[in-house]
């Protein structure tokens, strides 16, 4: 029997060690052992913590090592690629030089094309050629099918865009500055889209001039002249496109009552039967701003916007031989001022349209109604698709030294990087100035109130011109590339024609 003494000792003795905890296995262990088998579990996970906060930092920099590896391997197969497309220019070129500058029309070649300096008749000489003959004949003879626009492959640049710390520069070797022959202020410069060595300009005297490239020098020769006044109010063309098949250019003037809206400069013909006039009138008043041709296969047609109306039309090519179009109206209501630009997407049948009201308007034309609506700070004054990325567009605005903005049509109202130039004599922006993209997507040019053409380097991630060419005496309106030789032909307030060769 245990003595009083021994069970007081019991009683008296620690909480800890009356009441032993139990582990985690199922055996009993006193309170001090969990503490201390707790206290090192701790231990462990701080020291694990700080392993994996050692190993994200080494891959970081591991990653941030091969981004700046992909960076310059990026560059270095743009240079490279850079270096191979301006060989196969030269190649293609000299094939060119070798070979005559003919436009492949629907069934013909064009008369005005075939015929060197001196003899395309003008359009003060009414005489009406053989083969011009021949090919109005045939079309009254047979309806033709309707002409295809070559198929381009479309490449994924945007997620190039802005990611460079450095633009890639181009070398521009001489440049050869002409007269343009014109009268008055220059105001359009097209090239040209079945033969590279063949540029039109026209101007506020009302001609349209045809021009021949000899890339090698560079120069220029003029082919001819043509008067391309309207019959009524004698106004000069507000815009110009050249038909995709080669063999024609549309002409837009006003859509004020009692004048033609629309001409057609029919290459075939010669002397007074080179100009014809539409007679459909859907445009209601005010200037027409702009005119260009669809990038769709298979539907010929062009889209011209209003100034006064702020209105879009659509012009479907009929197909029957005899150079008529249906219009369409696209829409009216989406703008509440001048629609300044058109376009459309390639690989979408939308028609995109800017204007001074600051909105930027995506209409699908089989659904009938808008697709997408965007509104910026700034008015708009043009709109373009870039040749290679079909999704991805600029837009140029009023904004002082971002005047241009770059839009990937998939995230709609998302401008996903912005540049331009500081203007030195003048701070307002002129909706003459046009831009151009480079034939690989790459590079836009850009006119100016100063006399130079600006290039910016879409990868490039910095504001401002990735380099600027000094070009005229005056304000520069266009710069544009022809798409297979190294040459950036240019228009100027100076009445002269820039020709600047690429190396």
């Not at 105001?187 to 000899?214: H, K, M, Y």
């Not at 047609?301 to 209003?306: E, Q, S």
């Not at 089989?366 to 700034?378: N, P, T």
Request: proline fraction near 5%; hydrophobic fraction near 30%.
């Amino acid at each position: 029997m245990a003595s009083p003494l021994s069970k007081k000792q019991k009683l008296d003795a620690p909480v800890s060690e009356q009441s032993p905890l139990r582990h985690a296995n199922g055996d009993r262990v006193p309170r001090q052992q969990a503490r201390d088998e707790a206290g090192e579990e701790e231990q462990g996970l701080v020291a694990l913590v700080e392993h994996r906060v050692k190993e994200v930092e080494t891959i970081k920099t591991k990653l941030a090592h091969y981004q700046s590896m992909l960076e310059e391997a990026e560059k270095k197969l743009s240079e490279s690629k850079a270096k191979l497309n301006l060989l196969q220019s030269r190649n293609k070129n000299q094939n060119q030089s070798n070979s005559s500058s003919n436009i492949k029309p629907r069934s013909q070649q064009v008369t005005a094309a075939k015929a060197v300096k001196g003899n395309i008749p003008s359009s003060s000489t009414p005489v009406k050629s053989k083969s011009a003959v021949a090919v109005t004949e045939k079309r009254k003879q047979e309806k033709q099918p309707k002409r295809k626009i070559e198929e381009k492959e479309h490449r994924d640049l945007i997620p190039s865009v802005k990611r460079s710390s450095k633009p890639i520069t181009l070398e521009f070797g001489s440049t050869v500055i002409i007269s343009s022959q014109h009268k008055r202020k220059l105001r359009c410069l097209e090239l040209c889209p079945t033969n590279d060595n063949l540029f039109v300009t026209s101007a506020l005297d009302g001609l349209i001039n045809f021009w021949q490239l000899n890339a090698k020098t560079p120069s220029a020769s003029l082919l001819s002249t043509t008067d391309c006044l309207s019959p009524n109010q004698r106004r000069w063309p507000e815009d110009i496109a050249w038909h995709p098949a080669g063999d024609t250019i549309i002409a837009v003037y006003s859509g004020d009552p009692g004048d033609s809206q629309i001409s057609i400069l029919d290459l075939n013909q010669s002397g007074q039967k080179r100009v014809s006039f539409l007679e459909a009138k859907p445009h209601t008043k005010g200037l027409i701003n702009s005119v260009a041709f669809s990038p769709w296969e298979n539907d010929i047609c062009f889209l011209t916007g209003g100034s006064s109306d702020h209105s879009v039309v659509l012009w479907r090519e009929e197909g029957d031989g005899n150079l008529s179009y249906k219009h369409k109206l696209v829409h009216c209501n989406l703008h509440s001022s001048a629609v300044m630009g058109i376009s459309a997407l390639r690989h979408k049948k939308i028609v995109l349209s800017v204007g001074a009201d600051k909105r930027i308007i995506g209409f699908d034309v089989l659904a009938g109604r808008s697709d997408f609506k965007h509104q910026i700070e700034y008015k708009c004054m043009s709109i373009l698709p870039n040749p290679c990325d079909f999704n991805l567009y600029l837009v140029q605005s009023g904004a002082p030294g971002q005047q241009l903005g770059l839009y990937d049509v998939r995230l709609r109202r998302t401008e996903i990087h912005s540049f331009g130039w500081k203007q030195d004599s003048s701070d307002s922006q002129s909706a003459l100035i046009n831009q151009s993209w480079s034939p690989d997507g790459w590079y836009v040019s850009s006119g100016t109130a100063d006399p130079k053409i600006h290039i910016f380097d879409i990868r490039y991630q910095g504001r401002g011109p990735s380099q600027s060419v000094q070009a005229h005496q005056k304000r520069v309106f266009k710069a544009m590339w022809h798409q297979s030789l190294p040459v950036l032909s240019s228009i100027s307030s100076d009445l002269n024609v820039g020709l600047h060769k690429i190396y």
